[in-house]
């Protein structure tokens, strides 16, 4: 089955600073690369996400990237503010099978003043 | 608010004892998921509903778990014998099964403690 990895854990920025969150997959039946946000005692909220078809993907300060090659795909978040601080989680499903979505275990964003 | 709502928002059980937990996707919805997220993890996949036919189901699962959607619209999640294992955030999501329409959202989720 799907196995997504996601680094770093734990990532602190100056805000204002740009943040990467990189992650790699396993299956490459995967189509469809959500990005959650979870904020404390929330559920998951998603903020971007891409298809296999598309190379890269971008709203306002936040853009993802895909390499179906090489199973990679990474979060940037440019100028961050500090109501960016929360943990993020990268996901893979495949539309054409299921959709039930494989989540990594997240980074927690820290927002430095 | 993502127009997914969970009741209770938190629940604390003694082991053994049953505990149920409902859904109510948005309403145009029809897939209904069930995830498990334990402290420092990711959310897992437990089961999802096309409907009210339950298509799947996670080897995380076990005999004790039971989810129902009995008309496609809201769901029950119930765990018999609860264990101090148990004890995780249950999150519901929903979406359309339709091409471009694949996002899902999540509800607040219930928070339980086994004791």
Same mark, same amino acid.
């Given at each position: 089955?799907?196995?997504?990895?996601?680094?770093?854990?734990?990532?602190?920025?100056?805000?204002?600073?740009?943040?990467?969150?990189?992650? #790699?997959?396993?299956?490459?039946?995967?189509?469809?690369?959500?990005?959650?946000?979870?904020?404390?005692?929330?559920?998951?909220?998603?903020?971007?996400d891409?298809?296999?078809?598309?190379?890269?993907?971008?709203d306002?300060?936040?853009?993802?990237?895909?390499?179906?090659t090489?199973?990679?795909?990474?979060?940037?978040?440019?100028? #961050?503010?500090?109501?960016?601080?929360?943990?993020?989680?990268?996901?893979?499903?495949?539309?054409?099978?299921?959709?039930?979505?494989?989540?990594?275990?997240? #980074?927690?964003?820290?927002?430095?003043? | 608010?993502?127009?997914?709502?969970?009741?209770?928002?938190?629940?604390?059980?003694?082991?053994?004892?049953?505990?149920?937990?409902?859904?109510?996707?948005?309403?145009?919805?029809? %897939?209904?998921?069930?995830?498990?997220?334990t402290?420092?993890?990711?959310?897992?996949?437990?089961?999802?509903?096309?409907?009210?036919?339950?298509?799947?189901?996670?080897?995380?699962?076990?005999?004790?778990?039971?989810?129902? %959607?009995?008309?496609?619209?809201?769901?029950?999640?119930?765990?018999?014998?609860?264990?101090?294992?148990?004890?995780?955030?249950?999150?519901?999501?929903?979406?359309?099964?339709?091409?471009?329409?694949?996002?899902?959202?999540?509800?607040?989720?219930?928070?339980?403690?086994?004791?």
């Open positions: 089955g799907e196995n997504v990895e996601q680094h770093p854990s734990t990532l602190s920025v100056q805000e204002g600073d740009s943040a990467v969150i990189k992650c #790699t997959y396993s299956d490459s039946a995967s189509n469809y690369f959500p990005w959650y946000k979870q904020e404390l005692g929330k559920g998951p909220q998603l903020i971007i891409i298809r296999s078809n598309v190379g890269e993907k971008k306002q300060r936040i853009a993802v990237t895909l390499n179906k090489a199973k990679h795909f990474s979060l940037h978040i440019t100028e #961050t503010q500090p109501e960016d601080s929360a943990v993020y989680f990268c996901a893979a499903s495949n539309r054409n099978r299921d959709d039930k979505i494989i989540f990594g275990k997240g #980074t927690r964003l820290h927002i430095l003043p | 608010d993502t127009g997914v709502s969970q009741d209770p928002r938190h629940k604390i059980t003694k082991r053994g004892q049953n505990v149920t937990f409902r859904c109510d996707p948005i309403s145009e919805h029809n %897939r209904l998921y069930w995830y498990r997220q402290l420092g993890q990711g959310p897992e996949f437990l089961t999802y509903f096309q409907n009210e036919a339950q298509l799947e189901k996670s080897r995380l699962l076990s005999d004790r778990f039971s989810a129902e %959607r009995p008309k496609g619209s809201f769901s029950t999640l119930e765990i018999q014998r609860t264990e101090q294992g148990d004890s995780a955030m249950y999150l519901c999501a929903s979406s359309l099964s339709y091409l471009d329409q694949e996002t899902q959202y999540f509800g607040p989720g219930t928070r339980l403690l086994v004791l």
